[in-house]
């Protein structure tokens, strides 16, 4: 430890030893919007989260973790209110600080690039406040909704090519979209309408079974896919 501490000290006075320290970070508010055609009209929600990305140098990291990108979203699902006591929710799940990258980059999908090479690009993102992007079937969020929405073990998965199947004929996802943001970050929806929601993230929806096969839909789901700190 001490010489570690002895060779930062002597790496302080030279420039080039700034990289040693450099941590890029951004940071930013993203606006998830998903809006529904049904019988009687468009019905549209929407939420506001907190993204990050951070690269930390190598040295802070140990083995595989080293250098590793660092990062994530905190708040709450979409909402979408479809009437009727029926609700289209798209989780946190499959929603992370890297949607909003491929929203405004699609033409970067797949492209190898070294990390600094994608510097720019998010301190362009970072900078679109107020601008709107469509996101990529691929990248879209788990779209579920409930059976009984007093019952998370109701929990089903919801095919965003298929709204249909889930609500019935005239229900169609007409739009997911994302736009960087100065609002706050969304808080109490996803809760006024789970009234059974929970402080424990990581809790599933429905209890362990105990098998290995068979495994309900709402066993892959957690109270954490709806609300993240």
């Given at each position: 430890m001490l010489r570690i501490l002895v060779a930062l000290a002597l790496c302080l006075p030279i420039a080039g030893c700034d990289l040693l320290f450099d941590f890029p970070e951004?940071?930013?508010?993203?606006?998830?919007?998903?809006?529904?055609?049904?019988?009687?009209?468009?019905?549209?929600?929407s939420a506001v989260t907190s993204a990050r990305i951070?690269?930390?140098?190598?040295w802070t990291g140990v083995g595989d973790a080293a250098g590793m990108q660092r990062g994530g979203v905190s708040g709450e699902a979409v909402v979408v209110d479809l009437g009727q006591g029926r609700y289209l929710f798209a989780l946190l799940q499959g929603y992370s600080e890297w949607t909003a990258y491929t929203a405004f980059f699609p033409e970067l999908e797949g492209?190898?690039?070294?990390?600094?090479?994608?510097?720019?690009?998010l301190d362009q993102m970072v900078a679109s406040t107020g601008q709107s992007r469509d996101v990529p079937r691929k990248h879209y969020?788990?779209?579920?909704t409930f059976d009984?929405?007093?019952d998370p073990a109701s929990a089903r998965r919801v095919s965003p090519g298929d709204l249909s199947a889930s609500f019935g004929p005239g229900y169609r996802l007409n739009a997911v979209t994302l736009s960087i943001t100065d609002e706050p970050v969304t808080e109490g929806v996803v809760q006024k309408v789970l009234g059974w929601l929970t402080a424990y993230p990581e809790q599933g929806l429905s209890p362990p079974t105990g098998r290995t096969t068979?495994?309900?839909?709402?066993?892959?789901?957690?109270?954490?896919?709806?609300?993240r700190d």
């Open positions: 951004w940071q930013w508010r993203q606006k998830l919007t998903v809006s529904v055609i049904t019988p009687k009209g468009m019905k549209v929600g951070e690269f930390p140098p190598k492209k190898a690039m070294l990390k600094e090479e994608m510097f720019p690009y969020p788990l779209l579920v009984d929405i007093k068979g495994i309900p839909f709402s066993r892959r789901v957690s109270h954490g896919d709806f609300l």
